[in-house]
């Protein structure tokens, strides 16, 4: 079955620059898309960016647009977050799911969830 694991995160102070990781195993990697999510203690989860099987399209959250880059490398089968210039409003679990769409930044399209990993701000 599709397995996703997040790696990566840790406790960083504003301004920093982090690099999540999401090892994808079990899906053929030539259809659907991945996606980053975040959720901070008491809030919703929330849509961050999101990537085509291909890597050719890309989606962003307003609050992380110019700050944070996806990217893949569909050889080592893994996805990447690339978080500059980060902020204590960044603090939040963030996991990496698999779905159909690119476009979509609902989480009920996206059907496979890894466990999440923890990125901290301190300000």
């Known amino acids: 079955q599709v397995q996703l694991v997040e790696s990566g995160g840790g406790l960083v102070q504003a301004g920093d620059s982090l690099r999540l990781s999401c ?20 809030k919703e989860r929330e849509f961050v960016a999101s990537i085509n099987w291909s890597g050719s399209f890309t989606y962003y959250s307003d609050s992380v ?13 893994t996805v990447y977050l690339q978080m500059n210039n980060l902020n204590a409003a960044d603090t939040a679990v963030y996991y990496c799911a698999t779905g159909l769409r690119v476009s979509s930044k609902d989480v009920r399209d996206y059907v496979y969830w890894g466990q999440g990993t923890q990125v901290t701000v301190s300000s």
């Open 23 to 42: 090892a994808v195993s079990g899906r053929v990697l030539s259809t659907g898309a991945e996606a980053w999510f975040r959720q901070a203690p008491g």
């Open 65 to 77: 647009k110019g700050r944070f880059t996806i990217s893949r490398d569909n050889a080592k089968k």
